[in-house]
């Protein structure tokens, strides 16, 4: 694996001649770059966030902007999905970047053309980025796994093969949207106050603050990949909302694990930030607490220790119809980092394909609730709710778990002194009342 690549793109002196890209706290400055489908006048296409605006692919190639292997890469964009682009991998993807990045730069000789390829992203419907044919999620935060073990066996709150492997199940991958997309509160099967089942809208719907990798060129059947090469098949990032029926979870779980209660929605951002762009942000693997067992070999790899975790801080805010019509900010009620995952995304591609499954290109892998050792580290109800019974919000309303018409938001900032910080965009779904049940 080595040291992620960092280059010229990652300058922080580097400016664009897109005003919005250099306003503080943009999440699309141009040492970002990210990936995304937009949607203007019923046309989907492959286009490219810089500050506020899109920059449109297919009209750059129109234009002359892109060239040899970099409008090759291009051309892989201008469909209705990145997995075409994603298939050439990270290679692939870094040479568009680093031409995009002098495209946008200040002084650049090609900004008259390419201001003509510019999209407001506020006029520009964005898509769900890939084509996702498998979601794994993963369960790699020991503060989240402990909490709610605790309820099992407070002495032993970790599953014994938690501190050997990463844990996981397979999810749904047809039920996996694009933020903006509202969640219908769904019906499910669970235990009634008298013990008894029943079956209704769910009562217990919960929210879980995720981050996922997006697969590029990875495995073939039978052939795994050991956690040296693990990175290099991951092409991005993005930010992962597990919706969960608690209530559902319960009564399901056991022997087999989550089904419905997991199956209902997953809601990820729209954009896809790229491996290279993450590469300054690159930052020591979770330090083993003391008592714990060193990993098998097959799941160890120096570089992956010393640079496969990210510096990246993860929040959670929630918005009620209440606070809506008053005109109130959303209330952050969590603020977590992915430095507290006791596995790096490489440690898990390893151990996901050690028994030779074969990922393929555009397949999501989650990683589990994302939750720190602190209380505003909680990053889902449950744990809330486990500890505290509920929560309040800061106009007084009490949450146990969500209610109809509050909207979830997660957001993510990689920060580093010395760097330009970047951001993924919004997470964001709204909880819609049950729909009717069909009588016929």
């Given at each position: 694996m080595g040291i992620p690549l960092v280059d010229s793109t990652h300058d922080p002196a580097l400016r664009s001649w897109?005003?919005?890209?250099?306003a503080p706290g943009t999440d699309f400055p141009i040492q970002n770059l990210p990936f995304g489908i937009l949607r203007t006048g019923g046309h989907a296409r492959g286009g490219v966030a810089i500050g506020d605006e899109i920059l449109d692919l297919p009209a750059a190639l129109a234009a002359g902007l892109l060239a040899g292997d970099v409008a090759r890469a291009a051309e892989a964009a201008t469909g209705e999905a990145l997995n075409p682009l994603l298939a050439l991998g990270r290679p692939g993807l870094r040479v568009l970047r680093q031409r995009l990045s002098a495209i946008l730069a200040e002084g650049s000789e090609d900004r008259a053309k390419a201001a003509r390829c510019l999209v407001p992203m506020a006029e520009a419907e964005l898509l769900l980025p890939m084509q996702v044919g498998n979601f794994t999620d993963f369960m790699a935060s020991r503060y989240h796994?402990?909490?709610?073990?605790?309820?099992?066996?407070?002495?032993?709150?970790l599953p014994p093969s938690f501190l050997h492997l990463p844990i996981a199940y397979h999810s749904r991958a047809t039920t996996v949207r694009?933020?903006?997309?509202?969640v219908a509160r769904p019906h499910g099967q669970s235990a009634g106050p008298d013990g008894a089942p029943r079956f209704g809208p769910v009562q217990s719907l919960d929210f879980e603050l995720e981050?996922?990798?997006?697969?590029?060129?990875?495995?073939r059947l039978g052939e795994p990949i050991p956690v040296a090469r693990a990175a290099d098949s991951i092409v991005g990032y993005c930010l992962l909302n597990d919706w969960s029926a608690r209530d559902v979870q319960r009564f399901e779980m056991m022997p087999l694990g989550p089904f419905l209660s997991k199956s209902l929605s997953t809601t990820i951002s729209p954009w896809l930030v790229t491996a290279d762009a993450l590469a300054p942000f690159a930052a020591p693997a979770f330090a083993p607490l003391q008592g714990d067992p060193a990993p098998?070999?097959?799941?160890?790899?120096?570089?992956?220790?010393?640079?496969?975790g990210l510096d990246v801080t993860l929040r959670v805010a929630v918005t009620t119809p209440r606070m809506r019509a008053e005109g109130a900010a959303p209330a952050i009620i969590c603020t977590s980092s992915l430095r507290h995952l006791n596995w790096t995304f490489a440690q898990m591609v390893a151990h996901h394909t050690s028994n030779g499954c074969d990922l393929r290109i555009g397949d999501l892998l989650g990683s589990g609730t994302v939750s720190g050792p602190e209380p505003d580290g909680r990053a889902c109800l449950a744990e809330v709710v486990m500890e505290d019974g509920g929560f309040t919000l800061p106009n007084g309303?009490?949450?146990?778990?969500?209610?109809d018409g509050d909207e979830v938001t997660f957001t993510g900032r990689a920060e580093r002194p010395g760097r330009v910080p970047i951001g993924f965009g919004r997470c964001a779904a709204r909880i819609l009342p049950a729909r009717p049940w069909p009588t016929a």
């Open positions: 897109v005003a919005s890209a250099n796994t402990g909490r709610l073990g605790r309820r099992r066996d407070p002495q032993n709150p694009v933020s903006g997309e509202p981050f996922g990798a997006v697969m590029g060129p990875a495995n098998l070999p097959y799941l160890m790899d120096t570089d992956d220790q010393a640079t496969g309303e009490k949450r146990v778990f969500l209610e």
